[in-house]
């Protein structure tokens, strides 16, 4: 049997990162065991709040104390960090992400964040993430200690997860499960790639129209207690119509996010915009609607040419002034290394600091239907939050020290630490 080249470099990318990942990822930290005392840093809330010279306890994962120096009481048994001079944050939360659905983005052996066909609701996300990624370990040593598992491809392409990122198995990892299904809104327009330009869809009103038939379909299919033929489709999209599943569509233009809303609207759905990149546009429509936004990105070019060349930079001050609920998100997986670098770019353009840092914890927490756990320093949340010795926002100064997990003590060692280290000594031996 003649096996091409390209196969054969396939299976040996796929074999050697199978053999070397577990050796480059660090072992899930175990329970909390003693109450933990973080003195001296400035913490940053989550809520808008910050408190100076701060102190915060926390014990079996849970936070018990948040205060300052001045509460004047003891906290006997309490191991004591002493944080002066640095920064505490809450764990940031990375939404649509495909982190731990992909390893090596050129080996399709490794990627697993898409299905065949169109209308897959019935996909689970959860099932395909591997906790033994080496790039998970990468993006939490940046302060990124929860994300939102999101399938890709299709028009529906399935149901998306939360996870804490320190975990031996995706069981263990899952934190909130198949709680939103996505949808890519079809465009009436589209890049043809042969001639390098914009063109009309002429499949647009055929798209719109299969997507309004599978929904009504789902919904019929719900009203009948007893269905002739069970249909797994159908079944996975109950969770929208009886409330326990969200709606994420994901679009960027002005007019797909009206038509996008409009038409959840009148399936009695309550959406959530991912994307948004011209959400700035229809403020007023979003802001009517009570629609969340999931703002995919500020490092990036402006949708048209006669946009500011600054658009995407100046759009998270905009949605904050116009009192939308959103957040910050960023594409692919490797990528939410950079997630708070996307909030430090829009606060030099205007956005105020702390409400930056509440666009990646409690907002993003609060759109994803978890902000009763985690999301801001608060007595009785998760204990997930992180110190840094310089500004988080800032990848001059960003360095993060120390982080916990419900409480648990993680490794913020990884790979590329590890390289560095590794050929830092070499070239210093010469």
Sequence with gaps: MNLKPTFLLAIFATIFTLETTAQNVPVPAPAQTQPILITNATAHLGNGQVIENSYIAFSNGKITFVGNMAVGQGFPGHQIIDAAGKHLYPGFIAPDSELGLQEIEAVRATTDSREVGSLNPNIRSIIAYNTDSEVTPTVRSMGVL???????????????????????????????????????????SRFNWRE?????????????RELDDFFQQAKAYGENQVPATPN??????????????????????????????????????????IGGKDAWMVTGFLKEHDVPVIFATTQQLPSREDDDIDQPFKTPAMLQAAGLRWCFAHDGFWKQR???YQAGQAVGFGLAYEDAVRALTSS???????????????????????????????????KVTRAFIQGRDIDLDNKQEMLYRRFQQKYKSK
């Design 146 to 188: 929860m994300a939102e598992i999101t399938p890709s491809g299709g028009r529906i392409s399935g149901q998306s997860s939360i996870v804490q990122l320190d975990a031996w198995n995706w069981e263990d990892a899952a934190y909130s499960t198949d709680f939103a299904m996505h949808l890519s809104w079809p465009s009436a």
């Design 196 to 208: 390098s330009r914009m063109e009309k869809n002429e499949n647009f009103a055929n798209d719109l």
């Design 338 to 340: 950079n997630l708070a």
């Design 232 to 273: 797994l489709r159908f079944e996975a999209m109950q969770g929208l119509f009886d409330g326990s599943k969200k709606l994420f569509i994901h679009t960027n233009s002005a007019t797909g996010i009206q038509e996008a809303v409009l038409f959840a609207e009148r399936l009695q759905l309550k959406p959530t915009i």
């Design 364 to 398: 993003t927490a609060e759109i994803l239907g978890i902000g009763k756990t985690v999301g801001t320093i608060e007595v009785g949340k998760d204990a997930t939050l992180f110190i840094s010795e310089g500004d988080a926002l800032d990848m001059r100064t960003s």
